[in-house]
């Protein structure tokens, strides 16, 4: 066996090893890693029979075209089937098994005569070498089975993943969801206005005669999208309620501009209180307070709860351990 013979068993036997690998291990190409499993399989094959002979050079040539005709078919598949990520590995392993066949192959007039073809029925392509018939059309075969399937299965996921991004924008939260969404995302939202959290907190506040009237405070913007005017306490007390809760009784409080504060929050209870123009945005805030002067013990749990047109609740969260805010006039 010479040194040329000798190398291309061990290229072949390499390819078959690849061939191998592609069937079992190679993930990514699904079942496009058939098809790269044969165009290793052939030449390996051929590349470890060799010393069989006899060998024709015509019967290399064969070889070589088909080889290098499936190459960039698959190659060009590739590129239709696989993702930017997965098609560099795909490209890869393409080039890096046709690499290992183009060191088995023979190249030029020297290169062939090293073989030492056999000069008999030179125009005959594999004679009794069934093998090679048989390996091509599987080639042939598995490349177009696999490739359409890979085709499909591409367009299948593509439109699996189109079916449940299209069903996600043309799904429409509910009214619960909405108040929920809103709500996170700090916000109380009708279809006559809109009032942006910006604080909450336990209020601390006396009146002029020292009732202690504590409560729930919130501090924001609100924008009146009707075509009224409308008061931001007019508007909280349309879309929601609270109530503060203890441990064996519960208290409702109604939202007002309580104007009897300190210089920080009078003007702002001032908005609360005035009418807000349509399209217009004003800082204010709201007390929820009780009918009743209470005693010196601030609340501390409350209920807080979202409501529609029908006072139907969308959306209830309990608000406890808050800040306490100061607005009794100093």
Known sequence: MNKVVK???????????????????????GLFGLAVAILA????????KTDNGPIYKSSELTLKITFYIFAVLELLGGIVIFEASDLVVFILGIVFITIIYSLGAPWGAQGYKELQYSSNNPKTVYYKKWWFYVLCLVMFIGYIISFQA???????????????SESRKIKKLTPEERAEKNWKNHKIVASDGIFKIEKIAKIKAYTFGSDMVPGLLLVGKFTNKSSDAMSVTDFLDDHTYVTNVNKKTERDL???????????YRQLFRNAHDKTRPGKTVSCAVHYMGSQAMDEDIPNNFRFEITNSNDEVLYKVDLKNLPIVKTNIE
Request: aromatic letters at 8%; zero cysteines.
């Open 7 to 29: 190398r291309r068993k061990i290229v072949g036997i390499l390819l078959m090893i690849l061939a191998i690998f592609n069937i079992f291990f190679v993930a990514v190409g």
């Open 41 to 48: 399989a052939v030449p390996g094959l051929h590349f470890v």
């Open 150 to 164: 890979s085709v499909v299965s591409n367009m299948s996921q593509s439109s699996s993943t189109n079916n449940i």
């Open 254 to 264: 109604d939202p007002t501009a309580y104007v009897e504060s300190s210089a920080k």
